[in-house]
């Protein structure tokens, strides 16, 4: 990859965060807040795109983004009102900007019809009642048609300032992109200083550039981007948009200088692998210094203090330096919460809805691999939610609820995992409806002992739907069985509460990280297990006085008032109780997000070790209750335990046990 390559990926990236951030303000100022800090730093997004789209010669883009800009400095110059009539078409201008970075990225298909309409929306707002020229796709790629303001030569003097190199920009690289839009001869002007009058931070020449069938609207917004740092003149303003020739937008940006590095934190962009590479030589030096701990242990005998003492402090430094890599891959979740409002509104002018959304914990920080991935199954936990779960605003007000529907997305961090809450007022699952469908479409064999959280979870089984006909938004019966695929894929579980006639309850539970985790390392039968920390609440000793039994084989622990189901561990794994499990004396108390807080059987507690994930499904399967595996100090495997999925199987087994003993009987 080459040198403009690399800033062209640059650029991308810089999109991705400038798009994310216009989004968010065109929500704030559809929230109410349309004060001048907010349109400034709006305005500052779109003209940061457009500088280095024409830069780079992105042309569609390039043209579009030209008068989003324009309605966005009439806005901020208040000769355009932001109120219920532009801001719809803001931010389908801005959803527009996303589809058209991602033409330029990756190519394929373009709504170019769509383009045009919103471009049209554009001009009218700036009071024009046309799209500026050249915004209307006139063929694949849309290309300008040329402007009358065309002149067969343009010859500008460019003259770089003392903060151009400071700036950032490289000359060479300015004139590599000036040649694409028809850069015909350069002279350079200007010499090097003796070495002990040379200045680093000043550019000493500066350029006289001759274009060829230039466009004055093109040459505009590829030298706008060095306006601030650099003396340019000769751009011909014939034909300019009146709301925004250079001058203007210049003195506009000078009356709104940008802003600094006060309140930014100074960042670093590094490749993902790079960061992945880290992450798992980190995790191998954990084990490797585990190993050397504990053989240390069994030899030292506690004789040599100074050895003892170097050993904890490296433990202590490596995991420091551990928490560190893992802080590095830690975004907040808010890159993904961004997107929802865009998708709720696009389903409202679908699906005939009035819906708002609120949105918490958006700074919720989870590993960068996690955030990727959530994408896709919210959005369909959403289009389901408002497809069958919101009622019609017409519907609402029958049922005595206001006409406005409400989606609540949080999140918030639950010890080691990160709990993703999707909640709506809607009319809730109807079962009778579900289990009709269920069995119609033969994803059961009977209804018979089915719980009502059986029947909710049936709505994630691939091919269900309970749409009468299939639409743009649902009725294949694929979108919850994506949810359901993707979460687990992840090491998460997604649980379902509804209420009939007051809506559903969609919670995602996820681990904070893929790499690492606090465990308890436990062991039973000889075999050591670790179960993740944030769980635990305590060990117990058992005794006969405090243990009860019931009918139906279950054991109970009382604990300061309370009791408590105690489990096998082989027997949640759908194995015969050793011999030896009757004479388990300890349990250890795990808090389960389904369950409450229940009793897992040991035969001993080994102690807490901060342990590497490493998951099952690349070299074997996915199984319940798993959630991954580790390598010990002393070299041996152990099974990290996901105790709410194991507690959950094992109420399912016991639920199917009469029904399969009547089948048989």
């Not at 303001?149 to 000036?178: E, I, Y």
């Not at 100074?266 to 504990?294: F, H, M, Y």
Request: hydrophobic share 40%.
């Amino acid at each position: 990859m080459d040198q403009d390559e690399d800033y062209k990926d640059l650029f991308f990236t810089e999109c991705d965060e400038l798009l994310g951030e216009l989004q968010d303000h065109l929500t704030q100022m559809n929230d109410g807040e349309r004060g001048s800090e907010v349109l400034n730093a709006a305005f500052r997004a779109v003209h940061s795109i457009k500088g280095g789209a024409a830069a780079f010669g992105l042309d569609a883009l390039t043209n579009f983004t030209h008068g989003f800009e324009t309605v966005m400095d009439d806005c901020r110059a208040g000769r355009v009102q932001v109120d219920g009539t532009s801001l719809p078409v803001l931010l389908r201008a801005s959803d527009m900007m996303l589809e058209l970075l991602e033409h330029s990225r990756n190519g394929g298909a373009l709504r170019q019809a769509e383009v045009h309409v919103v471009a049209q929306s554009l001009a009218a707002l700036a009071g024009g009642g046309q799209p500026p020229a050249g915004s209307a796709p006139m063929d694949d790629d849309l290309q300008d048609e040329p402007d009358e303001a065309t002149a067969d030569t343009v010859t500008v003097q460019f003259r770089p300032g003392r903060t151009f190199l400071t700036s950032g920009h490289d000359p060479l690289r300015m004139l590599r992109s000036a040649d694409r839009i028809g850069l015909a001869e350069v002279r350079i002007a200007g010499d090097l200083p003796a070495l002990a009058d040379l200045d680093p931070l000043a550019c000493p020449w500066s350029w006289t550039m001759s274009f060829v069938e230039a466009e004055s609207a093109t040459l505009r917004d590829f030298f706008s981007i060095y306006d601030l740092c650099a003396e340019i003149d000769g751009i011909p303003t014939v034909g300019a948009p009146p709301s925004i020739p250079m001058q203007i937008a210049k003195a506009s940006r000078n009356a709104t200088p940008p802003m600094t590095g006060l309140g930014y934190t100074k960042s670093l962009r590094v490749p993902l692998d790079r960061i992945d590479r880290l992450v798992n030589l980190v995790g191998e030096i954990v084990i490797t210094q585990a190993t050397v701990a504990q053989e240390m242990s069994q030899t030292r005998q506690g004789s040599d203090d100074m050895l003892e003492h170097s050993i904890d402090a490296l433990s202590r430094q490596v995991r420091e330096m551990q928490d560190s890599v893992m802080a590095i891959r830690a975004q907040p979740i808010k890159s993904v919460f961004s997107r929802m409002p865009r998708i709720v509104r696009d389903l409202c002018a679908t699906l005939k809805r009035e819906v708002r959304i609120e949105v918490s914990g958006e700074d919720t920080e989870v590993d960068t691999s996690v955030i990727e991935e959530l994408v896709e199954p919210l959005t369909h936990m959403i289009r389901n939610a408002m497809d069958h779960g919101i009622e019609s605003p017409e519907e609402r007000l029958a049922a005595g609820k206001p006409r406005d529907g409400v989606l609540r997305l949080t999140a918030q961090h639950r010890g080691e995992r990160v709990l993703i809450t999707l909640e709506d007022d809607g009319r809730g699952i109807d079962r009778d409806r579900v289990v009709a469908v269920a069995l119609e479409r033969g994803l059961i064999a009977t209804a018979a002992g089915l719980s009502t959280e059986d029947i909710d979870n049936l709505i994630f089984l691939p091919g269900f739907s309970t749409a009468s006909r299939v639409s743009s938004v649902s009725g294949r019966g694929v979108g919850m069985d994506v949810v359901k695929r993707k979460i687990q894929a992840l090491g998460g579980r997604c649980l379902t509460r509804s209420t009939p006639g007051q809506g559903t309850r969609f919670q995602v539970t996820l681990p904070l990280t893929l790499a690492v985790l606090e465990g308890m390392i436990v062991e039973v039968s000889g075999e050591r297990y670790v179960v993740p920390l944030s769980a635990v609440i305590e060990a117990i000793q058992l005794c006969e006085s405090n243990m009860e039994h019931l009918h139906n084989g279950q054991v109970l622990v009382a604990r300061r008032g309370e009791y408590l189901p105690v489990y096998e561990l082989p027997e949640l794994f759908g194995d015969d109780l050793p011999p030896d499990a009757t004479r388990r004396n300890m349990a250890i108390i795990v808090d389960t997000e389904t369950s409450g807080q229940v009793g897992l059987l040991v035969d001993r507690l080994i102690g807490q070790r901060q342990v590497v994930l490493k998951g099952l499904e690349a070299n074997f399967k996915p199984i319940t209750g798993i959630s991954g595996a580790t390598i010990l100090g002393d070299g041996r495997v152990a099974l990290i335990l996901d105790v709410p999925s194991l507690i959950e199987r094992q109420k399912h087994a016991r639920r199917q046990q009469p029904q399969h003993r009547k089948e048989t009987a």
